[in-house]
Nanobody
Framework: QVHLVESGGGRVEPGGSLTLSCVAS????????MAWYRQVPGKERDIVASITHDGIKGYVGAVKGRFAISRDIATNTVYLQMNDLTSEDTGIYFC?????????WGQGLQVTVSS
C-alpha cells in the first residue's frame, strides 16, 4: 500500500503561480503512473496532468501551456507547477497513483485563485 502526502496548496492572486508537491511512501515502479486531478463544486473529479515513470506527460487542454508536471525519482515526489492562474483553476487538487488496476489518492489540497 502506497501513501501520498500533498503539500503546497493555498490562495494566490490571478496571474500568480503555485507549486504543488506529492510525496509517495515508496519508490515508484516502472509501470506506475502519477497524476494530478482537481474537483470543483458541482463537477466530478477530472484529471489535470499525468506523468509516467519514463517521463511521458499529458495535460488537459485547459491547462496546457500553463501547468507543468514533473517528478523526482530519487525522492518519490511528483510536482505540479501552475502558472498564470485564473479563477477557473480554483478547486481541490488530488495527487493520484495508478498501478495494478488500483487508484490511490492524496488527501487533497485547496487551491483558491482570488484577488
Amino acid at each position: 500500500q502506497v501513501h501520498l502526502v500533498e503539500s503546497g496548496g493555498g490562495r494566490v492572486e490571478p496571474g500568480g503561480s503555485l507549486t504543488l508537491s506529492c510525496v509517495a511512501s515508496r519508490p515508484l515502479a516502472t509501470s506506475e503512473q502519477m497524476a494530478w486531478y482537481r474537483q470543483v463544486p458541482g463537477k466530478e473529479r477530472d484529471i489535470v496532468a499525468s506523468i509516467t515513470h519514463d517521463g511521458i506527460k499529458g495535460y488537459v487542454g485547459a491547462v496546457k501551456g500553463r501547468f507543468a508536471i514533473s517528478r523526482d525519482i530519487a525522492t518519490n515526489t511528483v510536482y505540479l507547477q501552475m502558472n498564470d492562474l485564473t479563477s477557473e483553476d480554483t478547486g481541490i487538487y488530488f495527487c493520484n497513483d495508478f498501478i495494478g488496476g488500483k487508484f490511490t489518492w492524496g488527501q487533497g489540497l485547496q487551491v483558491t485563485v482570488s484577488s
